[in-house]
């Protein structure tokens, strides 16, 4: 949690994001995703000033626990102060002990997204999806909870102005907007109307741009006549030089297939990689989220 402190941008931790995406997609199937289709609504975990702490608290997070598909789990809710937001005892269950800063008995409204994501490594850790070392595994969880439908509470907690600043999470306000987009494309959502955050949504806006980027790139038929052009040079070189081509940063390598050149690029639904053939105008679908892509090879 940062309060005060000066609020990182951008996007420093997009492929560690990226993997958490796959790792979600790879772990819980396409149809397992689709039980998260509906994000939770603003009303389930709205809590006001005069609701009772611990009551109020218990309230939301069974509404989380509940959302994110955890009906045998039983959250119990303290405060203390602490250096971070929040912790969660992750034990066998079926309770779990959540401690939250103290800071949140004056800061209510921001007790859903605390929660959220100590509830999303409960779920995590049911799952036994983790990534190594705590920083990436913290991200993990911050793309998780987001894509599952609960993190958009992250980003509403993200308030900047010039005296003052917070931000819940370990990304960044613009990061949380590109798992949202994605999200968002995912199942037809727009989670803009409930932002309450003048800053949320700005880094939403933002995120979608980088989101909608990543169907922007060949060779995918969107993307742009420079990426073009630059993707025919490449696939030229490849060609001339025995069919391998790999550059740092490009969106896409060549390899040699069983019938000749094949293009490699991530999908842009759940960056899974996908090999095609090489041989013009070519329609493919990712086998792991289902997305059909219209490639021009």
């Known amino acids: 949690m940062g309060a005060g402190s000066p609020v990182v941008h951008g996007y420093p931790h997009l492929d560690t994001v990226r993997a958490a995406i796959t790792a979600l997609h790879r ?145 960044t306000p613009e990061e949380f907007g590109y798992v949202l987009a994605k999200r968002a494309e995912l199942f037809g959502e727009d989670p803009s109307p409930w932002f309450t955050s003048p800053q949320a949504y700005p880094a939403y806006t933002a995120g979608a741009a980088r989101s909608r980027g990543d169907g922007q790139r060949p060779p995918l038929v969107a993307a742009g006549w420079a990426g073009r052009r630059r993707y025919a040079q490449d696939r030229r070189y490849a060609r001339e030089h025995g069919g391998t081509w790999d550059r740092a940063g490009s ?13 490699c690029f991530a999908c842009p639904t759940c960056r899974q990689r996908i090999r095609v053939p090489v041989r013009g105008r070519v329609r493919a679908r990712c086998g792991l989220c289902r997305t059909v892509l219209e490639c021009d090879t």
């Open 251 to 263: 969106p896409y390598s060549f390899e040699p297939g069983p019938n000749g050149l094949r293009v």
């Open 27 to 171: 772990r819980l199937s396409y149809d397992g995703l689709q039980g998260y289709a509906t994000s939770v609504l603003p009303a389930d975990v709205a809590f006001a000033d005069h609701d009772d702490l611990y009551l109020g608290a218990q309230r939301v997070a069974r509404a989380l626990v509940q959302h994110l598909r955890l009906p045998e789990a039983r959250m119990i809710v303290s405060f203390r102060e602490m250096e971070h937001a929040a912790s969660v005892e992750l034990a066998a269950g079926p309770e779990y002990f959540i401690e939250l800063n103290d800071r949140f008995r004056r800061h209510r409204r921001d007790i859903g997204a605390a929660l959220a994501h100590e509830i999303t490594h409960v779920l995590l850790h049911r799952l036994d999806l983790a990534f190594p070392g705590t920083r990436d595994n913290e991200i993990l969880t911050d793309t998780a909870t987001t894509y599952l439908g609960a993190g958009w509470l992250l980003l509403d907690a993200f308030r900047e102005d010039g005296v003052s600043s917070q931000k819940l999470g370990y990304l």
